[in-house]
């Protein structure tokens, strides 16, 4: 008889400390979501912009390194706020390990979450040998791209961006996108976005590690 996946760390832990640690992440995540919406929705700007460029309280610049050295790459001199922005979440991922962004910040994490559980659920086994160094080779490209060709690309289909930008200011075409992250997850290869393609992921590992405080 087939169990259901997570079933036996219920029995041994019961439910809440079998999913506490899903619990926080949902929640940070949907914090980070609600600081941004609040503003365009009830006119409270405590963070105003998205996660690629942000400013706290119309105070604090936040950057995404990883935008910031596309522009550089395609030639495009950053202004000082952008840097200060980009060294402020940099020494905060450096604190806490890069890849707390895609597990509690990030909202597509809730979508490839649900294409694992799916799959489990299913018994769909690993169905391809991608290489999970194919996103660092990715990582490579998108920073090459934009000194060929003197403009940034990877933002205007990144599904990280276009899910965020599209709960702030509406979808469009982005849905199509994020189906097809889910479905590439669920049928074709196990945590394939996040574990062997997302260029974002490969950035935080590679440039702020596991993190002083992990």
Known sequence: MRRIPGAEAVERKGWWRAHRYLLLRRLSQLTVMGLFLIGPWFGLWLFEGNLSSSRVMD????????VLLQLLAAGHWPAFTAWLGALIVLAGYALVGGRVFCSWVCPLNPVTDGAAWLRRKLGLRQGSGLSNRLRYWLLATLLVVPLIGGMVVWESVNPVSLLHRG???????????????????????????????????????????SGRYR
């Open 167 to 209: 709960l702030l200011f509406g979808m469009g075409w982005g849905w199509l996108l994020i189906v097809a992250v889910f479905l590439f997850d669920t049928f074709v290869v196990d945590r394939g976005w996040c574990g062997h393609l997302c260029p974002q992921g490969a950035f935080w590992g590679w440039s702020t590690g």
């Open 59 to 66: 105070t604090v610049p936040l950057t995404d390194p990883f």
